[in-house]
Every structure is written in C-alpha cells, then in structure tokens.
C-alpha cells in the first residue's frame, strides 16, 4: 500500500527536525516544510530534511509573479520535492510558480482549514478551475471541513493532500474516505513520545478508508 503520511515539521529546532525525520523516513509518503523550521535555521534544512524523504515546502507563495518565480527557483535549487502556492493572487502569479517550478511538484490552496478561512473556501471551485488551467500538480485542501472536502474532490482528479487532522479536529478515516489522498500531520506526530507508532496508526487508518 502507498504511504500516505505527509509529516509537517513545524519545530524550531533542526536538531529534532532532523531526528524525526529520520526515524520516520521508511514509513511517510513525504516531510512538510514550513516557514517556521526556515525561519530558526536556515533555509538549507530544506535539502538536509530531503536526504531522509521528500520535502513539500509550504511557503504558500502569494506575490507578483517576478518575486513568485524567485521564490520557487530557489525552492527547487534548495533540494525540494514540491511547493505549496496560494491561487487567490490570480493566474499570472500562480503560473509563475508552475514555470519556474521546471518539474518541482506545485500545490495550490484552494481552501484552508482554521475558523474564518470561508472567505477562501467559498471560491474554492474558481481557484480550482484556475489552477487546473495553470497546470498545477495537486490541491490543499481541508481534512477538518469535510463539506469542502469533498466539493474540491468531486470536481478533479488530481493529487490531494490535506491538513487539519488531530490538533485541528480533523478525522483521519472521514478525510480519506472524502477525497484525501494524502493526510498532512504535524503536532499528533511530532509532539507524540512515540512519532513512528503515530504515523503508523494514521498510516493504518488511510489503508482502511481506501479499502472501504
Ligand atoms: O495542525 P498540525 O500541527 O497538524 O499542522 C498542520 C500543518 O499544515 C501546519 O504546517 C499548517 O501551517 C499547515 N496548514 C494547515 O494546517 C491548514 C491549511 O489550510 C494549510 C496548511
């Protein structure tokens, strides 16, 4: 069975970081980035997590498309798998991220999942529809709001992948079984004493929405 585990490491220090990352590199589909872990290292963290799996950067790029294409460039260069762009800044800006992208796997939020996200999710079908057009290669969308969730799988059928189980409320079973393909978790898995029996359970759980 595929690895649907996207593991976000949202810490501050990279020494834990990088242990996480290595103790569960066998058993996650792919490790997620974000500003934070960047912010108190370095940006080369990116290609250092890369040597124990993929790494998605969730930068969640969101400016003119001559600042989007050096953001992403330098993305790429730093060793990532993929990246997270916002799609709400129109298509010139999203296509810069696809173009300069040059093979880097690009995902676009089209819906989010913290209380107040409605004015993005209730455009959810038109920043698909442009995203789709841009070419991206998959979606971010909510595991924690399931009526959104299952709108955005209905209308493609490219990669989803999902935040928002565990500390945001967001059920692992009824996210995949509603259009997940991938389930992004962060403090369940890096606070837990236990990260890789964590990401096994969850890992588990996918396997049995799949197969219901
Ligand atoms: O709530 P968690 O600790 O499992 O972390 C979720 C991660 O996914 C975190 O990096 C957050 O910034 C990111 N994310 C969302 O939680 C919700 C979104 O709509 C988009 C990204």
Redesign the pocket.
Known sequence: MDKRIIV?L?VKEKKKAIDIAESLSDIVFAF?I?WPLVLYSSPEVIGEISQYGKVIC?FKVADIPYTNSLITERVRDLGAWGIISHSFLGEESLKSVVNAAKGMHVFS?VA???PG?DMINSNAMQLMKLSIECGVYGF?A?ANKIDDLRMIRSATDRVIIS??????GGDPYTAVLNGSDYL?????VYESDKPELEVSKLQQTAERAIED
């Not at 935040?163 to 945001?168: D, E, F, L």
């Not at 992004?184 to 369940?188: F, T």
């Open positions: 976000a949202d997620k974000n969730d939020v989010m999942s913290h996200s971010v909510p935040p928002g189980i565990g500390a945001q992004i978790v962060g403090r369940s």
